[in-house]
């Protein structure tokens, strides 16, 4: 494991030691080896520092974790609370993460994420080609239907499926639907 520190502010402000904030330092533990194709190493440090303040002074946002180092940090940075425990989501969510289109994190009042349904490979996260096949109906089903029962499993209180095409705005409650798009699994 390597450590690295990060804060929120500039590190020329007025209380900072060492270009640090005390009271907003957070380390993260992150690990040096893992499948290169998980995108494991490069850690977007803002995308945490913007998580941690977030998480202090917001109730509603959400930000883009475009690889598995940043989910990782995010998870490890991230106020647990009601059934929303963030080391067990990063321990739990596996490939559910690299076959996503996209991820996001963020509060809705309390914990929320958002897992976007890829409809060619290439669009996974974990992908390293630029084409790619398209997924079937039947198999960004079966995707969405993994990803639902992780969510349970991690106790979510609310799991919606929006439906493709998007301007419908139909949204699936605890099933995949017939046209998957993104999932909301949100903890209260």
Same mark, same amino acid.
């Given at each position: 494991m390597r450590t690295t520190s990060i804060?929120?502010?500039?590190?020329?402000? *007025? %209380?900072?030691?060492?270009?640090?904030?005390?009271a907003m330092q957070q380390t993260l533990m992150i690990p040096? /080896?893992?499948?290169?194709n998980s995108n494991y190493r490069n850690v977007q440090a803002d995308i945490v520092r913007f998580v941690q303040l977030g998480q202090r002074v917001s109730t509603n946002f959400t930000v883009?974790?475009? %690889?598995?180092?940043?989910? +990782? *940090?995010?998870?490890?940075?991230a106020l647990g609370g009601n059934n929303f425990m963030p080391s067990e989501v990063? *321990?739990? $969510?596996g490939t559910l993460f690299d +076959?996503?289109?996209?991820? /996001?994190?963020? *509060? /809705?009042?309390?914990?929320?994420? @958002? $897992? +976007?349904?890829?409809?060619?490979?290439?669009?996974? $996260?974990?992908?390293?080609?630029?084409?790619? +096949?398209?997924?079937?109906d039947e198999q960004r089903r079966d995707y969405t239907q993994k990803v639902i029962t992780w969510a349970r499993s991690m106790r979510a209180d609310e799991i919606t499926v929006q439906q493709y095409p998007t301007v419908a705005d139909l949204f699936v409650d605890n099933s995949p639907? /017939?046209?998957? @798009?993104? $999932?909301?699994?949100?903890w209260d």
């Open positions: 804060c929120c502010g500039p590190p020329k402000e *007025a %209380n900072c030691v060492g270009g640090l904030l005390p040096e /080896e893992h499948d290169v883009n974790l475009s %690889n598995r180092a940043t989910f +990782d *940090a995010v998870m490890n940075a990063a *321990a739990t $969510i +076959d996503a289109m996209q991820v /996001e994190f963020g *509060a /809705e009042g309390s914990a929320v994420l @958002y $897992i +976007d349904v890829p409809f060619f490979t290439h669009q996974r $996260i974990a992908s390293t080609t630029g084409g790619g +096949d398209r997924y079937t639907g /017939e046209n998957p @798009y993104r $999932i909301r699994i949100w």
